[in-house]
């Protein structure tokens, strides 16, 4: 793979080389730089590294305090271990001794016309909002309503269960059907009888027809119907003239057998049951529900059914039947469901959950997730622009599937903050924020990566690439593949967790596994996207020339705006549209 990883004191595994691109083998890296990695063009002074001796040059070291004299004014400190302490000069904590650290957001904006007491809006800078993770949402007019949970069972659908009887007493020759489980059709041989009786109806029915007797063969044959002789073997007598002493019967339904309660050579009675044929076809649900949910469940109500052994799949169906009565014991009535059952995985006996949507109507709503609770209440945070937010009380109503009913205190037009509010909301996480942003500083091209450090980066990298060669070719995804790229995360978190190349470490690893749990292009695609965006910032500041040398370059589709990163060759776009340059080298 790239670099010299081998020589790293606790590098990983060398990844094999992903198919026909990527980075592995192809990348050979040069020794220029103090601190490792290669050289570059543009290379601001040297990183913050000693080698050899030598510090930071002087007129780095003059920059620095010219530029913390003119902030002076304006800047605020703190201490790392209690925030709640400020100053408006540096020093120490008295509460520990810890040196104080400025605070990025400075004081706190005075409350605005139209913000509630108390909570004022913060301003955050934009690289601290895209390193919290933060994403944004809009309320909208969502439709469900109230929902009732309750347990259920699956059984089998009684309006399909055939039971096979005699209608005539004999014995048992032959057994078209062995044992239970088996499969049952139209016109298939169930057992052939022999009965005295059912003789004795033949031979009347057989002289009758010799005799031309017609009030006699209408009698003979409608005995021999009631006995359970089929018309086609009525066909059979009159066309062949001759007993048929072991008389067959046929099934005229389809199905599994579910019982069978006899076997060759069984003595049966009239009416008694051969054998249950039951189709699974469609099945039962029948759920227990509360008492006092009863009343709010109607035949047109919606349900939603899902079943522990069949995880991912929800099948939605309506009510077949309420039963009038409640059972005194556990005082929950049952709610019959009717589901199709194609492919036989309803399995009777089966638990299941079931999910019943009353009152459906179109709400206003936000995902319960972007909701927040506090002393007083629930609340919301506002994005205002231009990194300005604002937490806003609401009230709440219903809450189902996902999402909660917004009464009062937002309106449909506001932009609301969905993943990432914690944060903003947190005074202290804010200024935990601010010390990591100070961490966070120094350019990603300043970070002194050594030669086996960038080529774990690289490794990244090109997982990345692979990705993009596999959707492009059409071939199936490793996940073992992967993991290698997976752990670079672990490896390089204890040197560079803190500065800027923390959080796409962080979220190249969260892509990386995600493509290793893709089951579908469409969620292979969102893992290319999400692990190219991921590495953006890096192809873009980290090491631009060292990429562009290597002619890896990033493209963006026009149509829907997915990332990929492609090393060569005429860009192509797995997303189906046209791709556009964002940033790399190599030839056109």
């Known amino acids: 793979m790239v670099g010299s990883i081998g020589k790293a004191r606790h590098a990983p595994e060398p990844i094999p080389p992903f198919r026909k691109g990527g980075l592995g083998g192809i990348f050979r890296i040069r020794h220029g730089n103090r601190c490792g990695g290669l050289p570059h063009k543009k290379s601001p002074p040297a990183p913050l590294c000693k080698r050899g001796g030598r510090s930071w040059p002087l007129y780095a070291l003059l920059l620095f305090l010219i530029s913390a004299m003119a902030q002076a004014a304006d800047t605020q400190y703190t201490c790392p271990m209690h925030p709640h302490y400020i100053a408006d000069e540096m020093g120490t904590c008295p509460i520990c001794g810890m040196d104080l650290v400025a605070m990025a957001s400075g004081p706190a904006p005075a409350t605005e016309g139209g913000e509630e007491p108390g909570r004022a809006a913060v301003t955050i800078a934009p690289e601290t909002i895209q390193n919290m993770g933060v994403r944004y949402g809009r309320p909208e007019q969502t439709l469900f309503g109230r929902r009732i949970r309750a347990y259920g069972m699956v059984a089998a659908n009684e309006r399909t269960r055939t039971e096979v009887s005699s209608r005539v007493a004999g014995w048992i020759e032959e057994l078209g059907i062995t044992a239970v489980g088996d499969a049952v059709k139209p016109g298939q041989l169930l057992y052939r009888l022999f009965s005295p009786d059912l003789v004795a109806a033949e031979r009347d029915y057989l002289s009758a027809l010799e005799r031309g007797q017609d009030e006699r063969i209408r009698s003979a044959a ?282 796409i470490l962080e979220d190249a690893e969260q892509a990386i596994a995600d493509a290793q749990q893709a089951r579908t292009p469409s969620a292979m695609l969102d893992a290319l996207h999400h692990l190219s965006e991921a590495l953006q910032p890096w192809v873009l500041e980290g090491r631009p020339e060292h990429y562009a040398e290597q002619g890896v370059r990033l493209y963006r589709d026009t149509d829907d705006g997915g990332l990929w990163l492609q090393q060569g060759g005429s860009p192509y776009s797995p997303y189906g549209g046209d791709a556009e340059v964002v940033s790399g080298g190599g030839d056109e």
Not at 294 to 305: G, M, N, Q, S, W
Not at 308 to 333: K, W
Not at 465 to 485: I, R, T
């Open 222 to 503: 409608g005995r021999l119907e009631a006995l359970g002789v089929s018309q086609g073997m009525l066909a059979q007598l009159r066309k062949g003239r001759k007993v048929i002493e072991r008389m067959p019967f046929y099934a005229d339904a389809v199905g599994t057998v579910a019982e069978l309660r006899v076997s060759e050579g069984s003595y049966v009675k009239p009416g008694e049951t051969l054998a249950v044929v039951q189709d699974y076809a469609t099945v039962w649900i029948n759920a227990a529900v509360a008492e006092k949910d009863l009343a709010a469940i109607a035949p047109d109500t919606p349900v939603r059914v899902i079943l522990p052994n069949l995880p991912g799949r929800v099948i939605e169906t309506r009510v077949d039947y309420i039963h009038p009565t409640v059972d005194p014991a556990s005082r929950t009535g049952t709610v019959r469901l009717l589901l199709d059952n194609p492919d036989g995985l309803l399995r009777p006996g089966a638990y299941a959950d079931v999910l019943f949507e009353v009152g459906a109507d179109r709400r206003l709503a936000v995902p319960d997730h972007a909701l927040l609770i506090g002393g007083d209440g629930p609340y919301l945070i506002l994005a205002l622009g231009e990194g300005r937010f604002q937490p806003k009380a609401v009230l709440t109503g219903l809450s189902s599937g996902g999402f909660t009913e917004i009464v009062d205190g937002l309106e449909g037009d506001e932009r609301i903050v969905t993943s990432g509010q914690f944060l903003i909301d947190s005074e202290s996480a804010l200024r935990e924020s601010f010390q990591k942003l100070q961490r966070l500083k120094a350019p990603l091209i300043d970070l002194p990566l050594s030669d086996a450090q960038l080529a774990m980066v690289d490794h990244l990298i090109d997982a990345a690439l692979y990705l993009h060669e596999a959707l492009a070719d059409g071939y199936e995804v490793s996940p073992q593949q992967l993991q290698p790229a997976r752990e670079i995360r672990d490896l390089l978190w204890p040197a560079f967790g803190r500065t800027r190349l923390g959080p």
